[in-house]
């Protein structure tokens, strides 16, 4: 079993659309999660930490479910900009900043 | 600011040859990553440092592979002899601190294709 596992799409939806990615780790202990966001051809960038509590950021939402090793991310109204790879991302020791990414879902989003 | 540096972009060679990819991590981060990406395996750690000192290089595939940090602003990942397989992107990054949560950033990539 992989350590992190994503559905790998794509999806595709049109401008406004809400969307939403679920993604699975395997390491009960891991510590730390984060969404990166890679475009065609470029490197991966940092979207956002994954709270406890679930956090916000515009119109970005993750959730973590530490009972089920489940995260997800949301996407509100959809733009043509967000159109992308999300790689969900895992630190499984807590210690030293050692991170297992996921293969990455794609999204594509159309007018 | 600068951001993570990494040469070449683009490199062509032949099954055989020696391939030396070059990294400079941002100043003042401490922790240096070697990541590999392919269609097929995705993202792949393949080695780190802290201070210069490797740290994991448990991702390191064979043999062929060798990473130096010989300071703080320069790291290189040498291939030889390169085999077709090793066709990937190879990605740099760099952060600061010990903590778990603090951010990664990455170079553009080396992109190498093993003829």
């Known amino acids: 079993r992989k350590e992190v596992e994503q559905d790998p799409g794509p999806f595709n939806v049109p401008e406004g659309a809400t969307v939403a990615f679920n993604c699975t780790y395997s390491n009960s202990a891991s510590q730390s999660f984060f969404w990166y966001r890679q475009d065609c051809r470029k490197e991966p960038k940092l979207l956002m930490s994954v709270y406890s509590s679930g956090n916000e950021d515009g119109r970005f939402t993750a959730q973590l479910n530490r009972a089920s090793q489940y995260i997800s991310l949301l996407i509100r109204d959809s733009k043509l900009s967000d159109s992308a790879t999300y790689l969900c991302v895992v630190n499984p020791s807590g210690g030293y900043n050692k991170l297992i990414f996921g293969a990455g879902t794609r999204l594509a989003v159309h007018p | 600011d600068a951001g993570v540096i990494q040469s070449p972009r683009h490199e062509v060679t032949e099954m055989g040859q020696e391939v030396t990819l070059r990294c400079k991590p941002i100043s003042g981060h401490d922790y240096l990553f070697w990541y590999r990406q392919t269609m097929m395996r995705g993202l792949e750690l393949l080695i780190y440092?802290?201070?210069?000192?490797?740290?994991?290089d448990s991702g390191m595939p064979e043999d062929r592979f060798s990473a130096k940090m010989p300071n703080a602003s320069f790291s290189t990942l040498k291939i030889q002899p390169s085999e077709p397989r090793d066709s990937a992107v190879y990605f740099c990054?760099?952060?600061?601190?010990?903590?778990?949560?603090?951010?990664?950033?990455f170079g553009e990539g080396s992109w190498l294709t093993v003829v």
């Open positions: 990054a760099s952060s600061f601190g010990v903590y778990s949560g603090n951010t990664i950033y």
């Open positions: 440092f802290n201070n210069n000192v490797p740290i994991d």
